[in-house]
């Protein structure tokens, strides 16, 4: 059974930076492409990044480009966000994902994505 849990989200000042991490029992997750996702309230799930299964090729949001950063750590089994010059409106509970299949790239489409986390909360304010 696959479960994906999310951590590292908090409460954070304007500018600010936080990392998310997602890690996984029951799959390595080096053979899966990966997403991270956000729901802010009263707002519909939406990407935010990902990378693909061998973390050579990642996508953002238009968003968050340049802002945040997708990697691997396989050696702990774990994909991290690294949020930087977080906004106001990063707030958001945070979801991170994986397909069905391994060996595929990411895609920004929440339907391609079988397993997912409980989400971390995010909270950006002053």
């Known amino acids: 059974q696959v479960q994906l849990e999310e951590s590292g989200g908090g409460m954070v000042q304007p500018g600010g930076s936080l990392r998310l991490f997602c890690t996984a029992s029951g799959r390595t997750l080096s053979r899966y492409a990966m997403g991270w996702f956000r729901q802010a309230p009263g707002k519909e799930r939406v990407f935010v990044a990902g990378?693909?299964?061998?973390?050579?090729?990642?996508i953002y949001a238009d968003s968050v480009k340049g802002r945040f950063a997708i990697s691997r750590d396989n050696a702990n089994n774990t994909v991290s966000l690294q949020m930087n010059r977080l906004e106001r409106d990063d707030t958001a509970v945070y979801y991170c994902?994986?397909?069905?299949?391994?060996?595929?790239?990411?895609?920004?489409?929440?339907?391609?994505?079988?397993?997912w986390g409980q989400g971390t909360r995010v909270t950006v304010s002053s």
């Open positions: 990378i693909d299964w061998s973390g050579r090729s990642a």
């Open positions: 994902a994986t397909p069905q299949h391994p060996w595929g790239l990411a895609t920004m489409r929440p339907q391609t994505y079988a397993y």
